[in-house]
């Protein structure tokens, strides 16, 4: 079973840049592929970006394409989002999650019924 333990977000200004990390551990994490998705206040749990935890390769949402940035640290067991140019509808809670390798090419993860574990979340606010 795999552990998912999130951290980096805060209260930041619209403009700032911001880098939240994913800690994982719990199972051979070479078998997954590792997600991001945010929840803004009042909406679902939308789809930011995913990694091959394996191959090192990723896919992102269409609005995520430019500003966020997602990445993996096979030597600390952590899957990084890097969120530049911060905007307000940034806001919100900032999830990770684990789902088992198919075979499936990473646009079948961009949904969150495809994930098996998830984090507890990470709150980012934005300010203008």
């Known amino acids: 079973q795999v552990q998912l333990v999130e951290s980096g977000g805060g209260s930041v200004q619209a403009g700032d840049s911001l880098r939240l990390s994913c800690a994982a551990s719990?199972?051979?994490?070479?078998?997954?592929?590792m997600g991001w998705f945010h929840q803004a206040p009042g909406k679902e749990r939308e789809f930011v970006a995913t990694?091959?935890?394996?191959?090192?390769?990723?896919y992102y949402a269409d609005s995520a394409k430019g500003r966020f940035t997602i990445s993996r640290d096979k030597a600390k067991n952590t899957v990084d989002l890097q969120i530049d140019t911060l905007k307000p509808e940034d806001t919100g809670v900032y999830y990770c999650?684990?789902?088992?390798?198919?075979?499936?090419?990473?646009?079948?993860?961009?949904?969150?019924?495809?994930?098996?574990?998830w984090g507890q979340g990470t709150q980012v606010t934005v300010s203008s």
């Open positions: 719990g199972g051979a994490l070479s078998r997954y592929a």
């Open positions: 999650a684990a789902g088992l390798d198919h075979g499936r090419l990473l646009y079948y993860y961009r949904t969150a019924d495809r994930y098996d574990y």
């Open positions: 990694i091959f935890w394996s191959a090192g390769v990723t």
